[in-house]
């Protein structure tokens, strides 16, 4: 499975970006994609997971209530819309494909990545 992930730039904080993570190659083995980030001198972090299957969504504590993720299937893209943006977002986003349905926030689940999108919060 190959991974594009776009969408990231340069937001105002309480501003909004949506990412995109496009699925290539043999898509038919994804059963979940999560969306990690890592600052600069931070470990990469879990953000959020959805299941192709049927939608199911995992949130980190800190993006709850202000990112979603979705997903078209169609498309084989997911999407991660992050809203009320903080500073603290700043980062660089990844994308990542699991085989597991149950991978949630367990980034060693994850066998795909994709090349990351930065993510730059101004206060």
């Known amino acids: 499975v190959q991974l594009q992930a776009s969408g990231g730039g340069l937001v105002q904080a309480g501003g909004s970006l949506r990412l995109s993570c496009a699925a290539s190659?043999?898509?038919?083995?994804?059963?979940?994609v999560g969306w990690f980030r890592q600052a600069p001198g931070k470990e990469r972090g879990f953000v959020a997971a959805i299941r192709w299957s049927d939608g199911n969504q995992y949130y980190a504590d800190s993006v709850k209530g202000r990112f979603t993720i979705s997903r078209d299937n169609a498309k084989n893209t997911v999407f991660l819309q992050m809203n009320s943006l903080k500073p603290e977002d700043t980062a660089v986003y990844y994308c990542?494909?699991?085989?597991?349905?149950?991978?949630?926030?367990?980034?060693?689940?994850?066998?795909?990545w994709g090349q990351g999108t930065l993510v730059t919060v101004s206060s």
């Open positions: 990542a494909s699991s085989n597991n349905p149950f991978a949630s926030s367990v980034i060693k689940a994850y066998a795909y």
């Open positions: 190659g043999r898509t038919s083995s994804s059963r979940a």
